[in-house]
């Protein structure tokens, strides 16, 4: 058992034993089910109370650290003032038995589709469903299966009469007590699961637990429950492997994908936490006397994928959707205000539907309602627009839902961008793949080798001010700001009038893992559709097949190839930025580089023939003459300028638009600019297997192939390598994946693996450590990864190397250009005095070779002979919009052509 085998090791100077924490284990999941037990009923609990006292509650679903009332601000006591009970999402699940048969409960208040179990919700703990209850005396919070009934008079016992059908159900037995030993008949268990016991489980003797675990019974048990609840099947959402909790059979969390949420989600459901948001949502809909309230966190880009989510399976079921975002400000007022408003609009749509009631009196709760939405308050964002129709949430007598006046039923329905145009075989020869830009040195041989593979490719080159204003508009504004400007770039493609949706499809890159990256095409669909695109096909590439498009297949070949393509994209990249700063003849590094532009291009599309070149040309021949024309292109002979590293998020690290043109700033500066290779980022997934097969006991099966794949594609890179080694120490080679994966994890655990991960850390380590101290840390607003192996390793890095100079810049569409600039003009001049502290006499590398020096002189740039009091004496442009630092000066005038 992994688990165990983990705790041991971590434990290890305090000498627990793996029987120990074989046992713990045990314990600690059999508590985890006694605490559920206990907020399920005490949440049948509160619906009996609403029951009976003709009441309404709120499912007030959050993230878990929205317990703590100093982050609510009193939330909770405020819906409780409105007479409101207020439930978690965890108190709504229906009990394991319920479970197995995959249908709601019969009778209880709480029928809907089973939720996923995790962290408990809002106010979800032991006493939360008795705090709940407005009004009067509160249920004890020792007594979990008691109900209640007028407020201020004592429970009644779950198991004594009628009166306690809602809390039936014993609470399971808590795990055993090292004083009072509790016997468990797990082989009966087994027997009652389906599972014929072994032979050894005649007896039960000592701890049920620690039994269950050495014979077995218990792992038999979960594994037919699994198959009585149709888990057995591999779910492509679930986690790779539970060896760390079946290996010794104790009871584990199956898949927590969508069962019982209607029928298909827009969004790919990565996380267990989403999908009980999802499934509470669902489970609302089909409750006339339930409402849901979602608390979002301010900056939380995570739940901008939630949010939408969630509003959509409540709206498409007739219901409300309401969002409080919470931040520092603990001014209730306006939440208050607007709780009002749905508990309103509420009693509204009850009123509507009761039979018999007048017309008048549900126009009059529905304008009341309307008029207090009219109150806003920037620190709270509701949304209870409701869509138009007569949709209702009724359930029949056996918990089912009924048919919503349309002939579907409400668990039937089809919830919007569910479903989407396909892109077929037959659409290949008459439609337009239109592909965002990323990295123009990379993406640039994408065309000519999707034309060669038969398809008509057209790469977006760039995206302008008013592509990040069309992403504002249809995506949701707290989503990273990559997922704005991609989705925005690609919409905006539409919305300008130069594209044909009706003849384009859309393709972007689903990555599979835990960055949200993986949704960017869930998102791209809804922004389609909400700008009146819905026929315009999504193509989401992924190397894990995640969805399936009959006209594109990603292949062999293509891979390959495109695997080459960024080798060649990275080494091309690295010669330009090492050349450029020392070109003797202005504009020369970029007829080089658009030369070699077009070798590539036509490398691709003809199968190694080029025009450019003057005929065929193989991979290793265009990698050494690439490097080698380089090499020789006149430089400067000056010794080596500041060298400054970009290292962050993926796009906004390789993408000019993203960054504002932030190698063109560091050039301007008198700097050389170094940024590390795309590769790494693609081979982090496979070089961590053997940790992640080690740590957490997952993958093992695959841990050979993904080994075997890394040295494939090191074999491809080799070319290249032996190409930079070859130009006399010119250029830089960078380090194998691998080795940055060791170095990285002196700082942090190779487990980062959300965003970029560990890999960030580890470049900034890389680049300190080869002379390149200096970094610009690309920081998107909403990556929340990046807080963490980026802005939160700044402390440790300069702890372990005092010569780091970093800084982070933030990125986004309301980031100021002007406070971006003034942030690297500052680390730069602190990177031009340490370099003058270090003397005319220092050793540094010469920038140019014997054959290109000119004249044996030193021809050093303006900015080289610019003090650092002057850069910080003059950061900022001036008034009239002209930069006012002389070196900048200097270069706008001479208006260097850059590679975009």
Known sequence: ????????????????????????????????????????????????????????????????????????????????????????????????????????????????????????????????????????????????????????????????????????????????????????????????????????????????????????????????????????????????????????????????????????????????????????????????????????????????????????????????????????????????????????????????????????????????????????????????????????????????????????????????????????????????????????????????????????????????????????????????????MVIGQLIGAFTDGSHDPDSCVVAISQTGGICRATNYAAMLRKGLREAGYPQVPVVAISLQGIESNPGFELTATMGLKMLQGIIIGDTLNTCMLRVRPYEVVEGATQELVERWNRIIGEYFEHRGRSTTWGGRIGYRRLLREMVREFNDLPRCDEPRRPRVGVVGEILVKFQPDANNHVVDVIEAEGCEAVVPGLLPFFLSGLVTAQWEAQAYGIGKESVAKKKAAVWFIEQLQAPARAALRAAGGTFDVEVSTAELARKASKVLSLGNQAGEGWLLTGEMIELIEHDVPNIVCCQPFACLPNHVVGKGMFREVRRRYPQANIVAIDYDPGASEVNQLNRIKLMISTALMAQDSAGPGAPEQAAGTGAAAVGGEQQVGAASSVTAEELLAGLGPRPDGTPSSPDVAEDRRRQRSRVR
């Open 1 to 484: 058992m992994k688990l165990a085998e983990r705790l041991v090791e971590v434990f290890a100077d305090w000498d627990v034993t793996l029987p120990e924490a074989r046992r713990a284990v045990a314990a600690g999941f059999a508590e985890d089910a006694a605490f559920k037990a206990d907020v399920r009923a005490e949440g049948r609990r509160a619906l009996k109370w609403m029951e009976d006292n003709g009441r309404k509650g709120i499912v007030l679903a959050g993230r878990p650290y929205h317990i703590d009332p100093e982050i609510n601000h009193g939330i909770p006591d405020v819906i409780n003032t409105l007479g409101l009970a207020v439930l978690s999402e965890d108190s709504l699940l229906p009990e394991p038995d319920a479970a197995a048969t995959d249908k709601p409960e019969a009778t209880s208040p709480g029928a809907g589709p089973e939720p996923a179990t995790g962290p408990a919700g809002p106010d979800a703990a032991g006493s939360q469903a008795g705090r709940s209850m407005p009004g009067g005396d509160q249920p004890s919070s020792k007594a979990a299966a008691e109900t209640t009934g007028e407020p201020g008079q004592p429970g009644r016992s779950a198991e004594s009469g009628e009166d306690g059908k809602a809390g039936a159900g014993k609470r399971p037995t808590r795990p055993a007590r090292p004083r009072k030993p509790k016997k468990t008949d797990w082989a009966a268990i087994a027997r009652q699961a389906g599972s014929p016991p072994a032979e050894d489980e005649a007896s039960d003797p000592g701890d049920g637990a620690e039994h269950a675990v050495a014979t077995g019974a218990l792992s038999r048990a979960v594994a037919a429950l699994r198959r009585r609840v149709g888990q057995s099947g591999g779910d492509p959402q679930a986690p790779a492997d539970w060896s760390d909790v079946t290996g010794v059979g104790l009871p584990t969390p199956g898949p927590v994908a969508t069962r019982g949420v209607t029928p298909r989600l827009r969004v790919r459901d990565q996380w267990a936490y989403h999908s009980r948001l999802y499934q509470a949502a669902e489970l609302v809909t089909t409750r006339d006397d339930l409402e849901l309230v979602q608390l979002n966190s301010f900056g939380c880009g995570v739940d901008a994928l939630t949010t939408d989510q969630v509003q959509e399976i409540l709206e498409s079921a007739g219901g409300v959707y309401t969002s409080l975002k919470i931040d520092e400000v603990s001014n209730l007022g306006a939440a208050t205000i607007r709780l009002r408003s749905l508990a309103a609009a509420s009693e509204a749509r009850s009123a509507g539907r009761t039979a018999g009631e007048a017309a008048g009196e549900a126009s009059r709760r529905t304008a009341q309602a309307e008029e207090v939405t009219d109150e806003t308050d920037d620190a709270v964002e509701i949304d209870t627009t409701a869509p138009d129709g007569p949709a209702e949430r009724t359930v029949n007598a056996a918990g089912q839902p009924e048919a919503d006046g349309t002939g579907r039923t409400v668990g039937a329905r089809e919830l919007p961008g569910a479903t989407g145009p396909v892109f077929t075989e037959a659409m290949r020869a008459t439609h337009t793949i239109l592909m965002p830009q990323m990295s123009p040195v990379h993406f640039r041989p994408l065309e000519p080798l999707m034309r060669r593979l038969g398809y008509q490719v057209e790469l977006l080159e760039s995206a302008s001010r008013e592509d990040l204003e069309v992403g504002l508009r249809y995506v949701n504004n707290d989503a990273c700001f990559p997922a704005i």
